[in-house]
C-alpha cells in the first residue's frame, strides 16, 4: 500500500511539474489584446470585421477605377481611324458577308484590311 502511495505521489508530482513548464512557455507568448467593451462580447469583433472587409472592398473598388481609367487614357491615344477608313472597312465586311464558308471570309477580310 505504501509503494503504491509513493507512485501515486510520484505520478501527481510529475504531472504539476509538467504542467508548471506548459504554462510557463504559454506565458511567454504575447497575450491578445483584449477586445473592446460592449453589451455583446461577439458585437465588437463582428463590427471589427465589417469594417475591414468594407475597406477591403473600397480599396478594390478604387483599384479598379484606376485601372479603367489608365485603360481609357491609352485608348484615347491611339489614333483615330479616318471616315475614308471607316467606309472602306465598312465594305469589306458587306463583301465577307456574301461568302459562304468562315474560312473564306477571314481571309477576304484579312486581305481587304491589309490594303487600307
Do not use: W
Amino acid at each position: 500500500m505504501a509503494r503504491f502511495a509513493a507512485s501515486l505521489f510520484a505520478a501527481s508530482l510529475a504531472v504539476s511539474i509538467l504542467a508548471a513548464r506548459a504554462d510557463t512557455a504559454f506565458a511567454q507568448t504575447a497575450p491578445r489584446p483584449p477586445l473592446p467593451l460592449t453589451p455583446y462580447g461577439k458585437l465588437a469583433a463582428k463590427n471589427e470585421h465589417r469594417e475591414s472587409v468594407t475597406r477591403k472592398k473600397e480599396h478594390r473598388e478604387s483599384a479598379k477605377r484606376k485601372r479603367e481609367h489608365r485603360e481609357s487614357a491609352k485608348k484615347k491615344k491611339e489614333p483615330r481611324e479616318s471616315a475614308k477608313k471607316k467606309q472602306k472597312r465598312a465594305e469589306c465586311e458587306e463583301q465577307a458577308q456574301k461568302l459562304l464558308y468562315d474560312a473564306e471570309k477571314r481571309a477576304y477580310m484579312k486581305e481587304c484590311i491589309s490594303n487600307l
